[in-house]
């Protein structure tokens, strides 16, 4: 178990320092920096801006130093706003998303795997139908086409809810909802096949015959096994659920990370752009890591300690 | 429990947790009508701030947060923005244009009650000026004599600027020429005084370097006629009416929450669910669609801003007059304007929005596809023979497509030239046009001031702006000779002329002047059109439309 955890660590340091190189070399290579503006500067402000950041140095150096930052947990000053670090800003922004997420997460949960075994246990009615009408649904019609739809119905003609924001309790159902189906049609088609191959096994068919009710045989002697897909699905799922989501945080205009991710690149904003890299690679390890010691747990046929 | 009362119980759980997230669902006050009744304003203003020191804010939407929190030594008038008074009571200009004498106002105040003294703003532009605070607006204050030499670091006295303070009410301005549009440059942001000599800043950081963090909610004092009360970052800045303002009497608004919606879609759909009283801007699908529904909240005002085309000048085949000329006539700019301009702006030949600073443009560039097959041909590339092909580069964006197309389609059929578009993000598209790495361009220019100065100094020939290597001694020599000319209106001729040559020149291709389109709730009054989206705030009033 220790020697597991201990390879895994050092295989995601190594992943990890990876990737923070080839961010700041690759950003370094994309077309324009983080001072080119529609309106030219005098090349003495470029100059001095460009010396204030230490961009004027020999990019080994800048990029050592980086690291050397790194170390004491210092992403840097943000390029574009001036007065706020990177620490400050993803300390702002990764606690919307996570709440974001988390909620998400439950609603996923709380629907697609109640469906799921129920249409595993009722396969072929009209509630297995139902429920692989709604899986097919939640797969293939994009967020961006449910959310602003949604906002029509219960912000614009209702108004029981606000069109975007992040201020009260009520905003965070509509962008929760949106999110959390998206996540739980999936869900819902993994429950559904894991426990069907389970429920076609030899032991169900003998529980049955020992006269085991039908709620002990789901909970009992199906679950744990039907679920593992589920498992193996959420880790890398929940590393996207919870880094936030560029497009439910624009249309809802969530103060979150998925919109910083995806701006910082357009803004060149080298450090924020390596924090919120650094940070989402670091979420996806932690997250498949536990995953991994999960479907241990949870199937005896995988070991840790191969 | 057998299994159909477990699905029952299952289903009701379901159905409870899903009523559970709706709240008591009734239509509630919305935040418009919550504004109109505590005079409270709603204004999306696109995406947020970087920062909000006036000194080192850049954007042009900047100013409609700025303008609530600072006040300079004039404000703008609300109808069409010319001088009022504003730290100042009064001024004088002296005879030659050159000296500039302001009367502070002995009630001016500070957001912690301090007096604005003519020390504050001598120390703010010391500020501005310092090469190492690396204000990008800094060149808006050369026109004052020794402030570019002390910007470059040529010299290190700033009593050599000619920034004078006689005494604690009197700042007096001496500037390097006579520039008649001074008073309209004054009322750039970038002139705004901050809390530098009362020792605020110097508390948060260096006062003559970025990253200094005295302009945040609970550090910030300003002196204009709100003071901020909350930024979160990504969602809304909230300023509430100043106690300290000298004339607070006057200001009518009790707050003004800034809504920072960087998605024109999102900004749409919170204004229709009363979350706004005015957009920043409404995407270009939806214009047609106001303007049949629901024209009452649908507004469109003239923009200080023109779109053209940028020429590569140095490349051959675009080096020539003739070929330059040729494309611009071969547009037909009616046409544009009739098929792919739906927000109603003015297509045009000239460069300089009519109306700018009270310039009247040249005649300009028309459409004549048979001028610009004579020119063509006169360049040796009759009906495009030889002619090589033409890459039109532009920043992504559905809007910028269509038009580039259709202009590929105009020079195809009028000229037989081959046009190639070609579309890059925003930042790679500036980096190439940094670089000269293009042949056509599409750009954009918005005035910072109300004068026609601020179109035309940006083709000098040594202007870091112009991107088209077009240099011509005459224009140059034309453009100087306007700044030494007081009388006003013969400095505007003179800058026609100006203009008459760089559109016989042709480094570029003027397509149409800007329109600032955008939704506002009727509540909203004293929010007249204005060429620079500028709006005093304490002009502006809410009418309560649902009291009886």
């Known amino acids: ?306 | 429990m057998d299994r159909r009362m477990f699905f029952r119980l299952l289903g009701l759980g379901f159905a409870a947790a899903l009523s559970g997230l709706l709240p008591a669902c009734s239509p509630r006050e919305s935040a418009v009508e919550q504004g109109n009744r505590l005079k409270i304003l709603h204004r999306g203003i696109g995406p947020d701030l970087a920062d909000l020191d006036p000194h080192l804010a850049t954007g042009p939407g900047d100013h409609s947060v700025l303008s609530a929190l600072f006040e300079g030594l004039i404000t703008e008038d609300p109808k069409d923005l010319s001088p009022a008074p504003g730290v100042a009571e009064r001024w004088q200009v002296s005879a030659d244009g050159l000296t500039y004498t302001f009367f502070l106002r002995g009630n001016a105040r500070w957001s912690n009650g301090d007096p604005v003294t003519a020390g504050d703003f001598l120390a703010s532009w010391k500020r501005v000026l310092s090469p190492t605070l690396q204000a990008d607006n800094a060149s808006l204050l050369f026109p004052v004599q020794g402030a570019e030499a002390y910007h470059r670091g040529k010299t290190g006295n700033f009593h050599e600027v000619g920034f004078a303070a006689p005494d604690s009410r009197t700042v007096r301005i001496t500037l390097e020429r006579p520039t008649p549009y001074f008073l309209n440059l004054l009322q750039h942001w970038v002139w705004w005084p901050v809390p530098v000599a009362v020792a605020l800043l110097e508390k948060y950081g260096p006062v003559e370097s970025r990253g200094n963090r005295w302009a945040r909610p609970g550090t910030l004092v300003g002196n204009g006629p709100f003071t901020l009360k909350e930024w979160r970052a990504g969602q809304r800045i909230v300023v509430e009416k100043s106690k300290t303002y000298w004339d607070a009497a006057n200001v009518q608004l009790n707050a003004i929450h800034f809504h920072t919606i960087d998605d024109v879609n999102a900004e749409e759909r919170a204004f229709r669910a009363g979350q706004l009283h005015i957009t920043e801007a409404l995407p270009l699908a939806k214009i047609d669609s106001y303007r049949t529904n629901a024209p009452d909240v649908l507004r469109i005002d003239p923009y200080l801003g023109t779109y053209f085309y940028r020429i590569n000048v140095s490349l051959p085949f675009l080096n020539s007059v003739a070929v330059r000329r040729a494309l611009s006539l071969a547009i037909d700019r009616t046409a544009l304007g009739r098929s792919l301009l739906h927000g109603g702006q003015t297509p045009t030949g000239t460069f300089t929005p009519p109306g700018t600073g009270g310039y009247v443009p040249p005649a300009g560039i028309t459409s004549d596809p048979d001028a610009a097959r004579a020119l063509l041909a006169e360049a040796g590339f009759s009906g495009g023979k030889n002619a090589p092909p033409i890459e039109i580069l532009y920043n992504n964006s559905e809007n910028h497509r269509v038009i580039a197309e259709a202009i590929q389609e105009m020079w195809r059929r009028e000229l037989g030239i081959d046009a190639r578009l070609h579309t890059m993000e925003n930042k790679s598209v500036l980096n190439a046009r940094s670089a000269g790495n293009y042949q056509v361009l599409r750009s954009g220019w918005i005035g910072d001031y109300n004068d026609p100065m601020s179109f035309l100094a940006i083709w000098r020939s040594d202007s870091g702006n112009n991107y088209t290597h077009w240099a011509n001694a005459a224009y140059d020599r034309l453009l100087y000779e306007a700044t030494r000319t007081p009388d006003a209106a013969a400095r505007l001729q003179i800058l026609q002329r100006a203009e008459e040559l760089l559109l016989s020149e042709s480094p570029l291709i003027p397509l149409y002047h800007y329109t600032h389109v955008f939704l506002i709730q009727p509540s909203v009054q004293g929010w007249h059109p204005t060429l620079l989206d500028h709006h005093p705030y304490k002009h502006v009033r809410l009418i309560d439309t649902a009291a009886p």
């Not at chain 1, 390879?7 to 001072?35: D, E, H, K, N, W």
């Not at chain 1, 939640?138 to 924001?165: D, K, R, Y």
């Not at chain 1, 009260?168 to 096949?193: H, K, M, N, Q």
């Open chain 1, 1 to 306: 178990m220790f020697r597991f955890f201990a390879s895994r660590l050092l295989q995601s340091a190594l992943a990890l320092l990876i990737i923070i190189t080839a961010t700041f070399f690759m950003l370094r290579f994309v077309p324009g920096g983080p001072f080119t503006a529609e309106k030219a500067v005098t090349p003495e402000i470029l100059r001095n801006l460009e010396a204030h950041y230490g961009l004027n140095q020999p990019l080994w150096k800048q990029y050592a130093d980086y690291l050397g930052s790194l170390l004491r947990g210092d992403f840097g000053p943000s390029f574009k706003y001036p007065n706020r670090t990177v620490n400050e800003i993803l300390g702002d922004k990764l606690p919307v998303s996570l709440e974001l997420g988390s909620l998400s997460l439950l609603l996923a949960l709380l629907m697609g795997i109640p469906l799921g075994i129920i249409a595993a246990t009722r396969r072929n009615s009209w509630i297995d139908y139902c429920a692989s009408t709604f899986g097919m649904t939640g797969l293939s019609v994009p967020t961006f086409v449910v959310a602003p739809l949604l906002v029509l119905a219960l912000s614009i003609h209702m108004g029981w809810f606000n069109a975007s924001g992040w201020y009260s309790p009520e905003d965070r159902v509509l962008p929760s909802l949106v999110l959390g189906f998206a996540y739980a049609a999936p869900i819902s088609r993994l429950t559904r096949g894991g426990m069907l191959e389970i429920l076609s096994q030899d032991f169900i068919r003998t529980a049955r015959a020992k006269g085991a009710s039908e709620l002990r045989i789901i909970f009992k002697h199906c679950l744990r096994g039907g679920l593992l897909p589920v498992v193996s699905y959420l880790g890398p799922a929940i590393a996207g659920i919870l880094t936030g989501s560029f497009v439910i945080e624009t249309i809802f205009q969530i103060p979150g990370l998925g919109r910083e991710f995806v701006n910082s690149a357009f803004n060149r904003d080298y450090t924020l752009v390596l924090g919120t890299v650094i940070l989402y690679a670091a979420l996806i390890m932690v997250l498949n890591l536990a995953a991994d010691v999960a479907q241990a747990w949870m199937n005896p046929k995988v070991r840790l300690a191969r």
